[in-house]
């Protein structure tokens, strides 16, 4: 059961988002519930911190009168529930939206102008969030999720290439697929987390097995799938043509 | 000598410094303002008594040996009567205020003694006996040749270096009292460093005083180089607001267009609405309202949300890179969006560093989209908790090869390109605790910059 909050300072709009949400979860069958719908963010940081859970906030960016806006609301919350869904609520069509998504990775926001628009929104955002909950059962996709500054990265494990000492102490560069960024830490740590998809094959590289496409024998070289490659240290040779296995070894050989 | 020669000659010598005096305070200030013949007799009278005045004290100064006292006390005396009797003078020629009057009248009196000490330069032999014939000759050269010569002199550089329009703003920037304090105490100053010069005569090669003047001398430079480095970041700012003035006004005029073409429309939905409020068709009043609601946000919002965001770009130099890179997309009809949630004041890297790395990512994600309908790109600059992040993303068209982004001649765009993402790193490798950022994500190529600010 996800619980859900309302915090929006428009007594008429909060009743007509309890009210349509109410009937939609009926409608649908969601497995969800109201909470708490207030106009004071307090309160719904109070209700969130009685009992932690992954729950679903529709929020008003523009509270008046109160101590923090919704922003600052949506830091709090994040504090608490990592994994709940925010969905931000807005008068206004300037929402600096991409702000939200980057620092509360906020779900998707709804302008309230319009009431027609705003239950559009709401079942939209109901639709994505059961589909997403549906996703998330099945997967069972590892992720790697690390610090950076002031963001926190996930990066599928399947996707990360290989890491590399970056040419400053602490210091580690991440090749995945899709991503390239630098974060602290070390090797050493990242080869006892992965010990067993991650191959330490050199002083500089940690590769992922899965994504080696060749390697020259000859030259201490591999090819990745991405097209980057890496060295490796001598006696690792042995270490990998077992790794890699008989598939890949005649490609190898062939080299 | 008799009280009345020495009066004689102390008339003659005060009505030559008189005459300096009321020239250069003329070079300074301007024309004297004598408006009838009544103020111009007042100001002839008063330094006809400035002269007699100066004269008569002189000779019982000198009558009653006060010029002896020790550390010329005495002669510090008769400079500050002369200084106070200048100022009345000056007082009475331009009706200035205090503060300049004194100020003017320390001026002149450093002056007059810049070009007495020039014409001093050729008298090394200080002390006259005047009972000697030879002796006299040469202290009335001394006095009536060479000394006019020297202050002349001072005269025609003041002319030279135009010191009148110096002079000018100097009055204008209003002397503060701590300034009016130092140069009232310019009398005994100049007697305390005569003072150290006679004390470590006998020391050759060290002297408080040199080091004192070269003390000012640097002083002067430093804050001469310093008034120009802020001259320089004033015009450079001013340069970015005429910039960001031209954009508001170029936006307004886009604004008024749009608000002419919402105000036709407007009235067909007016008059539309009115036939069905006649009907006491309330749903279909409603949806008129909402149409008209959206129209507004949509024709006439985005320009003026754009100018919020920019407005929130404190940093000049970010801002004017990002008016002009507003003016290219407009150009070029490139769709984009900016994020600035809360101002943006200040950052550790240096400014043109900054704006060299943001150039890059700008001019990458244009050239991405360039020409192309469905392109869009989308600028964050978020700064808050000591973080500051660049986000610029933009619609990916062609493939990246991720390893190969940022080799030098590595390029999406076909060869010879590629060298902005390897400047961009070149540069962020110069600092600590920055970091480049690069992702795909749903169509989009991304870049991100994030800075620690503490």
């Given at each position: 059961m996800l619980p859900v909050y309302i915090c929006e300072d428009d007594e008429k709009i909060r009743a007509a988002q309890k009210e349509y949400l109410r009937k939609q979860i009926l409608i649908e069958g969601y497995d969800m519930e109201i909470v708490l719908c207030s106009g004071c963010p307090e309160d719904i940081i109070q209700a969130v911190k009685e009992s932690p859970k992954r729950g679903i906030y529709f929020l008003d960016i523009e509270l008046k009168g109160e101590s923090m806006d919704g922003f600052e609301l949506?830091?709090?919350?994040?504090?608490?529930?990592?994994?709940?869904?925010?969905?931000?609520?807005?008068?206004?069509?300037?929402?600096?939206?991409?702000?939200?998504?980057?620092?509360?990775?906020?779900?998707?926001?709804?302008?309230?102008?319009?009431?027609?628009?705003?239950?559009?929104g709401i079942r939209h955002c109901l639709e994505v969030i059961t589909e997403r909950m549906h996703e998330e059962k099945g997967e069972e996709r590892e992720y790697f999720s690390v610090k950076v500054m002031d963001v926190i990265k996930h990066i599928p494990v399947d996707e990360i290439v290989f890491f590399e000492t970056a040419g400053r102490t602490h210091r580690v560069e991440l090749h995945a697929v899709?991503?390239?960024?630098?974060?602290?830490?070390?090797?050493?740590?990242?080869?006892?987390?992965?010990?067993?998809?991650?191959?330490?094959?050199?002083?500089?590289?940690?590769?992922?097995?899965?994504?080696?496409?060749?390697?020259?024998?000859?030259?201490?070289?591999?090819?990745?799938?991405?097209?980057?490659?890496?060295?490796?240290?001598?006696?690792?040779?042995?270490a990998l043509v077992e790794q890699i296995g008989s598939g890949l070894k005649d490609h190898v050989l062939s080299l | 000598m008799t009280f009345f020669e020495v009066m004689c000659g102390n008339l003659l010598s005060e009505g030559m410094t008189t005459i300096f005096f009321v020239g250069t305070s003329i070079l300074l200030l301007g024309e004297i303002p004598y408006k009838n013949r009544k103020h111009y007799y007042t100001i002839l009278g008063s330094l006809v008594l400035y002269i007699v005045v100066r004269a008569l004290i002189g000779t019982i100064f000198y009558k009653t040996g006060m010029f002896?006292?020790?550390?010329?006390?005495?002669?510090?005396?008769?400079?500050?009567?002369?200084?106070?009797?200048?100022m009345a003078c000056l007082w009475v020629m331009y009706?200035?205020?205090?503060?300049?009057?004194?100020?003017?009248?320390?001026?002149?009196?450093?002056?007059?003694?810049?070009?007495?000490?020039?014409?001093?330069?050729?008298?090394?032999?200080?002390?006259?006996?005047?009972?000697?014939?030879?002796?006299?000759?040469e202290y009335l050269f001394q006095e009536w040749v060479m000394t006019p010569v020297g202050l002349l002199l001072v005269f025609f550089l003041l002319y030279k270096t135009k010191a009148g329009n110096m002079f000018e703003q100097w009055e204008e920037q209003k002397l503060r009292p701590s300034v009016l304090v130092f140069l009232s105490f310019y009398p005994i100053l100049v007697q305390i460093v005569q003072e150290f010069v006679?004390?470590?005569?006998?020391?050759?090669?060290?002297?408080?005083?040199?080091?004192?003047?070269?003390?000012?001398?640097?002083?002067?430079?430093?804050?001469?180089?310093?008034?120009?480095?802020?001259?320089?970041k004033r015009i450079e700012d001013q340069n970015v607001s005429l910039k960001q003035q031209g954009a508001y006004i170029e936006n307004l005029e886009g604004l008024q267009k749009e608000v002419r073409r919402f105000r036709h429309d407007f009235k067909n939905m007016m008059s539309g609405m009115y036939l069905q409020a006649e009907e006491g068709n309330l749903e279909a009043i409603q949806e008129y309202i909402q149409e008209m609601t959206e129209d507004f946000d949509l024709q006439v919002g985005s320009q003026i949300r754009l100018m919020n965001q920019l407005a929130n770009i404190r940093v000049t130099e970010v801002k004017g890179l990002f008016l002009e890179k507003m003016k290219t997309m407009q150009e070029e009809e490139i769709r984009w969006e900016?994020?600035?949630?809360?101002?943006?004041?200040?950052t550790r890297l240096r400014s043109t560093d900054l704006c060299r790395c943001l150039g890059i990512l700008l001019d990458n994600a244009m050239e991405e989209v360039q020409g192309r309908k469905d392109g869009k790109i989308h600028i964050m600059i978020s700064s808050q908790n000591g973080y500051t992040t660049f986000l610029v993303k933009n619609t990916l068209f062609s493939p990246v090869d991720f390893h190969k982004l940022g080799m030098a001649g590595y390029s999406t765009k076909g060869s010879g390109r590629?060298?902005?993402?390897?400047?961009?790193?070149?540069?962020?490798?110069?600092?600590?605790?920055?970091?480049?950022?690069?992702?795909?994500?749903?169509?989009?190529?991304?870049?991100?910059?994030?800075?620690q600010e503490v």
């Open positions: 949506g830091q709090e919350i994040r504090k608490l529930d990592s994994r709940g869904f925010l969905i931000y609520v807005t008068a206004f069509q300037d929402l600096a939206f991409e702000t939200f998504r980057y620092h509360l990775e906020a779900l998707d926001y709804i302008v309230k102008g319009n009431p027609r628009k705003m239950q559009n899709n991503d390239r960024f630098d974060f602290i830490g070390s090797l050493k740590e990242l080869e006892d987390k992965f010990k067993e998809r991650f191959l330490r094959v050199h002083r500089a590289y940690l590769v992922n097995v899965e994504q080696i496409a060749e390697l020259d024998l000859k030259g201490r070289e591999m090819l990745m799938k991405n097209g980057e490659r890496c060295l490796f240290a001598r006696g690792m040779k042995g | 002896m006292w020790p550390h010329n006390g005495g002669e510090k005396i008769f400079d500050y009567i002369t200084i106070a009797g200048c009706k200035k205020p205090f503060g300049t009057c004194l100020g003017t009248a320390v001026f002149l009196k450093i002056m007059y003694e810049a070009g007495w000490s020039l014409a001093d330069l050729f008298a090394p032999n200080k002390f006259y006996h005047l009972e000697i014939l030879t002796d006299r000759r006679d004390m470590y005569e006998r020391d050759t090669g060290y002297n408080p005083a040199t080091t004192i003047i070269f003390l000012l001398v640097i002083y002067i430079i430093f804050i001469y180089a310093g008034r120009e480095g802020i001259q320089k900016l994020e600035v949630l809360k101002p943006f004041e200040k590629g060298i902005g993402l390897n400047n961009y790193k070149k540069i962020l490798e110069k600092y600590e605790r920055t970091l480049p950022l690069t992702t795909i994500q749903d169509g989009y190529f991304i870049q991100e910059l994030k800075i």
